[in-house]
């Protein structure tokens, strides 16, 4: 079955950097596009950022252009989410997810999830 998960969140000072991977399996994730969520506590599920399947194509939420960057490799079917400069108002659970044919900010349009990382940002 297709799974996806998720690491690397941990706790950081404001300005502070964080990496997070997500390891995919269960299908070939080289045809799946790719997309990393977030979501605080009392909110809703926020799109960050995504990119197509062969890497060539990213979009990003206005709230993170220029400080987060999502790539991705796939000989080692992972996606990566490198955060600079987090901002306590990036505290949240991440989450990847993927799509099959669906490569946008619509987090109801993508298919598996995983279970999220946490990531908090002191001040």
């Known amino acids: 079955q297709v799974q996806l998960v998720e690491s690397g969140g941990g706790l950081v000072q404001a300005g502070g950097s964080l990496r997070l991977s997500c390891a995919a399996s269960g299908r070939t994730f080289s045809f799946d596009h790719m997309g990393w969520f977030r979501q605080a506590p009392g909110k809703e599920r926020d799109f960050v950022a995504a990119?197509?399947?062969?890497?060539?194509?990213?979009i990003y939420a206005d709230s993170v252009k220029g400080r987060f960057t999502i790539s991705r490799d796939n000989a080692k079917n992972t996606v990566y989410l490198q955060m600079n400069d987090l901002k306590p108002e990036d505290t949240a659970v991440y989450y990847c997810?993927?799509?099959?044919?669906?490569?946008?900010?619509?987090?109801?349009?993508?298919?598996?999830w995983g279970r999220g990382t946490q990531v908090t940002v002191s001040s």
């Open positions: 997810a993927n799509s099959r044919f669906y490569f946008g900010r619509t987090y109801q349009r993508y298919e598996y």
């Open positions: 990119i197509t399947d062969s890497g060539g194509n990213t």
